[in-house]
């Protein structure tokens, strides 16, 4: 079985681009998790979506926002960049949202800000 | 909020050494915790997680227990490998409605031959 795969695996854009990042999760995974891992530091929660829904943000501003799409696939969206959006982008998808439910996580998608 | 603190890196070892992964946590519910390890240019693999207290979690050789009076949950593992040569995070979960991976900063171990 496919795991989770995240396009592209590495980009560059320029101050103040916009950016669209795409999530593919395991196959009958319902909630996909975005992650942002700057370089020397553990990965910080952006977002949680269950079934197509947002279930929780974490502590990013207006410019990152994100959905899922029926097929459980999800795109995380990075507006106005900033040189400290450079960071590795990792996408965790699980069976379901509740307690103890171990997450998957693809390859990521590094993005460098120039 | 919720927390975790790994000693910092690198740690260096020679193959066949003992190796010892401090953890501690703070959390403001009932955590389930992990080890994560990420090897360079990949994702996260998960190693290991327990989700109670004095529940032990092991995996590939590395073991780690969850105690709840010290807040802890070090990663130990008898004779490491070159192949282990990674960074290692330590990571819980609490639900609250949903549940969310919090991370510690993470912990590059170097192997030599």
């Known amino acids: 079985d496919a795991g989770v795969t995240q396009s592209p695996t590495h980009l560059i854009k320029t101050r103040g681009q916009q950016v669209t990042l795409r999530c593919s999760p395991i196959s009958g995974h319902k909630s996909v998790s975005w992650y942002q891992q700057v370089l020397g530091q553990g990965p910080q929660f952006i977002f949680q979506y269950y079934e197509k829904e947002e279930r929780g943000r974490g502590n990013f501003p207006d410019r990152f926002s994100a959905r899922q799409f029926p097929n459980y696939s999800s795109e995380l969206n990075v507006n106005a960049l900033l040189l400290g959006d450079s960071a590795l982008y990792l996408c965790a998808s699980s069976p379901r949202t509740g307690g103890n439910t171990e997450a998957f996580f693809g390859q990521g998608t590094r993005l460098t800000v120039v | ?113």
């Not at chain 2, 490998?81 to 171990?109: E, I």
């Open chain 2, 1 to 113: 909020g919720d927390s975790v603190t790994q000693m910092e890196g690198p740690v260096t070892l020679s193959e066949e050494a003992f190796l010892t992964i401090n953890c501690t946590y703070t959390a403001t519910g009932y955590p389930s915790l992990f080890w994560y390890v990420q090897y360079p240019g990949e994702g996260l693999q998960l190693l290991l997680k327990a989700t109670k207290a004095d529940d032990k979690g092991s995996n590939k050789g590395f073991e780690a227990t969850y105690r709840k009076e010290t807040t802890s949950f070090h990663l130990e593992k008898g004779s490491v490998q070159v192949s282990d040569s990674a960074v290692y995070f330590c990571a819980l979960s609490v639900y609250s409605g949903y549940s969310t991976l919090t991370f510690g900063k993470g912990t590059m171990l170097l192997v030599s031959p």
